[in-house]
């Protein structure tokens, strides 16, 4: 899938082809924060590329130093930097996953709701994804799993936090989950991407829950949780063979990650906790006013999510002759509110809107209002 075929791109675009015509669109449809990286972040990065020693090339595996701290940055002390894969972003990571772990004819799970992503990395290296639905809380159980698994099945994605819903599947939960894929020798796939954005339960990495970590990988990146989209850095965590073999393929392709990048990461992932603690309870605000907003919306029912930086509130109540998907209720609150929301249908499901929280709580505070007006008042 290029960008262009991406249907939540397709959205902010035509969210931006509106704005060109001078609307006030708010948009609440990008999965990335609307804030600047960190000062200290951008500061580590104009250092590294006043370094001549960054000038060079570096090591196919990423920084040392990087390594190390991603390693050492809520994991258990037998993942050592040898685990760790620097990549160009959790995409990439999913990628290389894929590709060491899969081939052409296997099978691979992915939750549905489904991002996009998932779907179009299990793609990207041939091999077919499999959709399991989760249940009525958003969450995987190893029922559904086993009623998807067949001979060719090698792989279960899942994202903890989830996006769309931000879900979270908890410790034991994800446990159980860890060891239905080592009794069928399966990889489970945790991306924890938006991992670090959980606002009712501290961190916590599947490497940690798991007994048996021989069948985890683990990838993750610095895009959300850091405001760094567009710096493209990320990770795998996995047992040596399979970090050995995406090494090979990023030396193969890339040669490594843009060095002066990896520096930038470093210093994301140094940032005091207080800071840390701060963005958190940022989101948790924005969360709690987009939410209880959208509760106030007669036939509109938006579960909390546990983490990540989108609401996925159930509208199916709302739907109508006029409006009978969720598709043609997105495209009515982009003409008539200007707010810019994903429809379900973009994760193969029905009835729900995406909303991101992650905007300026003003901006996010004007955009409920005008969602609330226009979904009170009814189809236009
Ligand atoms: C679940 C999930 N995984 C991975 C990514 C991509 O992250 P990155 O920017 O690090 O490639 C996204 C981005 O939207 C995502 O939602």
Redesign the pocket.
């Known amino acids: 899938m290029t960008e262009s075929d991406n249907p939540i791109f397709q959205i902010a675009d035509r969210a931006a082809a509106l704005r060109a015509t001078g609307v006030d669109v708010i948009t609440l449809a990008a999965?990335?924060p609307d804030l600047p990286t960190a000062t200290h972040i951008v500061d580590a990065a104009v250092d590294a590329a006043r370094d001549p020693r960054n000038h060079r090339y570096g090591p196919a595996g990423g920084l040392p130093a990087l390594r190390s701290r991603i390693a050492d940055d809520g994991h258990p002390d037998h993942i050592t930097a040898d685990n760790v894969q620097v990549t160009v972003?959790?995409?990439?990571a999913?990628h290389l996953a894929l590709n060491a772990l899969t081939s052409p004819r296997d099978d691979v799970l992915v939750l549905r709701p489904s991002?996009p992503?998932?779907l179009g990395a299990v793609d990207s290296v041939g091999a077919t994804a499999v959709q399991v639905d989760v249940d009525q809380d958003g969450l995987a159980s190893t029922t559904a799993l086993e009623a998807a698994r067949t001979p060719r099945t090698r792989a279960v994605v899942i994202?903890n936090p989830?996006?769309p819903s931000g879900v979270l599947h908890e410790r034991g939960l994800l446990a159980d989950l860890a060891a239905w894929c080592v009794d069928h020798d399966i990889w489970l796939i945790s991306?924890e991407?938006?991992g670090g954005l959980t606002f009712d339960t501290h961190r916590f990495s599947a490497s940690n829950v798991v007994t048996d970590p021989s069948r985890l990988i683990v990838?993750d990146?610095?895009?959300?949780v850091h405001a760094m989209?567009g710096w493209?850095v990320?990770w795998l965590i996995g047992p040596t063979h399979v970090v050995a073999n995406a090494r090979r393929q990023v030396s193969a392709t890339i040669t490594h990650v843009s060095t002066i990048p990896q520096h930038a990461a470093l210093a994301a992932l140094s940032t005091p906790t207080a800071v840390h603690a701060t963005t958190i309870e940022g989101y948790r605000t924005a969360r709690d006013l987009l939410v209880g907003r959208l509760n106030t919306i007669p036939g509109v029912e938006c579960p909390t999510p546990a983490g990540g930086m989108f609401a996925f509130p159930d509208i199916r109540e709302l739907l109508d002759d006029r409006h009978p998907s969720s598709a043609s209720l997105a495209s009515r609150l982009l003409e008539d509110a200007h707010v810019a929301v994903v429809p379900s249908e973009v994760f193969n499901a029905e009835g729900r809107l995406r909303i991101s929280f992650a905007v300026a709580h003003e901006r996010l505070s004007h955009a409920a209002e005008r969602l609330v007006r226009a979904l009170t008042e009814g189809p236009t």
């Open positions: 999965g990335e972003g959790t995409k990439h999913l991002w992503g998932h994202a989830s996006n991306d991407v938006y990838v990146g610095v895009s959300k989209t493209r990320g």
